[in-house]
Every structure is written in C-alpha cells, then in structure tokens.
C-alpha cells in the first residue's frame, strides 16, 4: 500500500471555526489532491498540487485554501467552515510517467462534521 | 448530464455469478481508471487503461475509446467482491486531473 496518511480521521467543528486537514506521504509522490465525497456526487477535486508550492484550483475549490511547503505535506485549510462543507475528504497522490499522471492511490479519509 | 456515467447504480448478484459494471463518458480522455471502494471507505485503484483490456486476477477491464465506453468484468464473485465502483476519467482537456463517476455499489449473496 502506498503510504499515505490523512490527520485527522474525524473531526467535528462548529460553524465559523478554522479547520486544517493534513495529508501526508512517503512516496516521495509529485502530485497531491484533495477531494470531497458526498452522497450522490462522485469524488469531486478541491486543490491538487503538481510540486513544492505549486499549487491549482479544482472544481469545488470556494472555501477552501491549500498549502505545500514540502513534497511529503498537503494541507487543506477551511477558513471559516460551513455546514455544506461536511464531508468526507480523501487525499491522493500521484507519480507522473512518460511526461504525465500514473494511476492515483488515496488515503484513508478524514471525516469532518460542521454543527 | 454527468461527462462519466456509470450502470448500473446498484447491483446485486449470487455467489459465483459473472457481473459486468458498465462506464461511458462524453468527452476525449487520455486515461480512465476503475476504482473500488470498500464499506470502510477505502478507495484502491484497480486499473487505469488508455486502449484495449487490462486483467488482473478475476478482474478484467475493458475499454472502446471510439464508442466512449469501459466495462468492469468480475468473474466468479465473491462475497468480498461487494463494495462501490467507480469510473474515472482523465479527460485530455484537464491535463492530470480526473472526473469521477457516482459509483456502482456491488453487493454479492453468498
């Protein structure tokens, strides 16, 4: 299995309060993503990063911001976080072959609830 | 209308039965992965194919990039065979990133 590793695994928050999810791998990986899942919805991308403070937006990025200081280390932050961000958020990585993205592995998941 | 459709949504089989998970999607990909997700969450990738079929143990994985479509075969289902899979998709305008279908959830009788 790849080593990936998401703190925490749960947390509950209260509406307004920050919030800071870590993903953390031994891959040694180039691209890290953060995805929330949510019924009905496939996995949806939040932020990925293809290196060392590069970082993109994805398709449900409002709300959220993104850090990665070190290859090992993707955080997601929730500035002020809302109900509607309660959620199931999995991070994953990704090597690049032949110029582009390998197969993704994800971690465990963490999973947050907004009061 | 979802770019990754999956069929069906919900499937149940007997023991031992061949079952068929079909993928079609509306755009040019360069890539499109089978993913499964066990009822403790987690998500393991199964195969990422760009042409042909792909077979690992009683999987196999097919793909018609002219007719937009993937199947997910698995042969003599078992029991812990039940989980969600899922259908994703690298469309060629996106560069790495994937676009996910909802999800097929497998439950297999013994």
């Known amino acids: 299995d790849a080593g990936i590793t998401q703190s925490p695994r749960h947390k509950v928050t209260e509406t307004g309060t920050p919030v800071t999810l870590r993903c953390h791998q031994t891959?040694?990986?180039?691209?890290m993503y953060w995805y929330r899942q949510d019924p009905g919805h496939g996995l949806r991308l939040i932020h990925y990063s293809y290196g060392v403070k590069d970082t993109d937006k994805g398709e449900v990025s409002d709300g959220y911001s993104v850090s990665r200081s070190k290859t090992e280390d993707f955080l997601l932050t929730l500035e002020s976080a809302t109900s509607s961000q309660t959620s199931v958020y999995f991070c994953?990585?990704?090597?690049?072959?032949?110029?582009?993205?390998?197969?993704?592995?994800f971690g465990p998941g963490t999973r947050l609830t907004v009061l | 209308k979802n770019e990754v459709e999956q069929s069906p949504q919900n499937l149940t089989a007997q023991e031992g039965e061949f079952i068929t998970i079909n993928c079609s999607y509306s755009?040019?990909?360069?890539?499109l992965h089978w993913l499964q997700q066990h009822p403790g969450g987690g998500i393991v990738s199964l195969f990422m194919?760009?042409?042909g079929k792909k077979k690992h143990g009683r999987l196999i994985a097919t793909i018609n990039i002219q007719e937009k479509h993937s199947s997910l075969h698995i042969t003599a289902s078992h029991p812990r065979d039940s989980a969600v899979y899922i259908c994703?998709?690298?469309?060629?305008?996106?560069?790495?990133?994937?676009?996910f279908g909802t999800g097929t959830r497998l439950a297999v009788r013994p």
């Open positions: 994703a998709v690298r469309k060629k305008s996106s560069g790495d990133k994937l676009t």
């Open positions: 891959e040694n990986h180039r691209y």
């Open positions: 194919l760009s042409s």
């Open positions: 755009v040019g990909i360069s890539a």
């Open positions: 994953a990585i990704s090597e690049s072959i032949a110029g582009g993205p390998s197969e993704q592995f």
